[in-house]
């Protein structure tokens, strides 16, 4: 399947300032691509294009431009197709978590603190739902199940700066805190953990997604990483990610020594249809699903 998505932001600078913007889609997701994102910028004051700045990448892969504002601000839009399988995050396998002496360094640097999510405060936690489990997917799943219930999903309680403390004593907040507490549990458990930010196209079970960008995280498990998302509790459809990192402080999509405010921000995500785009996502599930069935019938012995 594929799905269009984009954005419109207006930032309105008092002054010229330099402005840094994580918003293209990460490296890993660029080959999907099937009709490009180019970022267009434009004065609020006179509509005049801006340069888009050149693209560099930062410690963790995500797609960084720097971009001289005038005073006044920008408008900031984008819009693209990318490529999707249609199918929901595979589920992990019956696999272990690796001690930290068997992992890369570039995979034991998430098991180390960051600066919004710490765990000390979530030590004994964690060791209450790893009580009686095997170390691998369980657990994952038990953190999982004790964030998704514990915090309250509420989008306005989200800010910049936030921490996963704060947010799990609150019992409440946007995906961005539910990603960052699940990932300070993860980490107090021994289980690597990055956060994770981009699109969210709403496609199978009806969910409440929050305007503009979502967060889900990473686990690493048996030598690869795995989506996880402790918001929904369930496997979801069409993530296109955009930045990842420690916490939301690496992931900033907008980012300026300058004061400014925004006045618009729209994300959108959306599955394509049409002649170009025939087969949808529930119509792709349906035919593997029922080559699955023949598959195995064929397979099958006889009796």
């Keep these: 399947m594929h799905i269009r998505y984009g954005y419109t932001i207006d930032v309105v600078f008092d002054r010229s300032a330099d402005l840094v913007t994580r918003l293209d889609i ?15 910028v434009t004065a609020l004051a006179d509509g005049a294009v801006v340069a888009s700045g050149d693209i560099e990448q930062d410690r963790f892969g995500n797609l960084c431009r720097r971009l001289a504002v005038p005073a006044g601000g920008v408008r900031l839009a984008a819009e693209g197709i990318v490529y999707d399988s249609g199918f929901t995050d595979p589920p992990p396998p019956d696999g272990r978590i690796l001690p930290p002496e068997q992992l890369s360094p570039d995979v034991r640097a998430f098991l180390d603190d960051s600066p919004l999510c710490a765990t000390p405060r979530f030590a004994p936690v964690a060791k209450v739902l790893l009580a009686e489990r095997p170390a691998g997917p369980t657990t994952i799943q038990a953190i999982i199940d004790h964030v998704h219930d514990h915090l309250r999903f509420d989008p306005g309680r989200g800010r910049p700066g936030r921490t996963a403390e704060e947010a799990y004593d609150d019992q409440a907040g946007g995906s961005e805190d539910f990603a960052q507490v699940a990932v300070a549990l993860c980490r107090a ?3 690597p ?4 930010t981009g699109y969210h196209a709403d496609i199978g079970p009806a969910q409440e997604l929050q305007p503009g960008f ?10 690869r990483w795995w989506a996880f998302d402790a918001r929904t509790n369930a496997p979801r459809i069409g993530r296109i990610l955009v930045a990842r990192g420690r916490d939301s402080s690496d992931v900033s999509i907008l980012s300026s020594a300058g004061t400014y405010h925004l006045a618009g921000f729209e994300i959108s995500a959306d599955e394509v249809t049409g002649a170009r785009f025939p087969v949808t996502s ?6 593997w699903t029922g080559h699955e069935t023949a598959t195995a019938a064929k397979l099958a012995p006889s009796r």
Excluded: Q
Aim: charged share 35%; net charge neutral.
């Design 193 to 196: 953990a990055r956060y994770c």
């Design 282 to 287: 529930r119509e792709r599930r349906a035919r």
């Design 26 to 40: 990460h490296m890993s997701r660029r080959s999907d691509i099937t009709e490009p994102d180019d970022m267009l």
């Design 214 to 223: 979502n967060a889900w995280f990473d686990a690493h498990l048996d030598g």
């Design 189 to 191: 458990a021994g289980i």
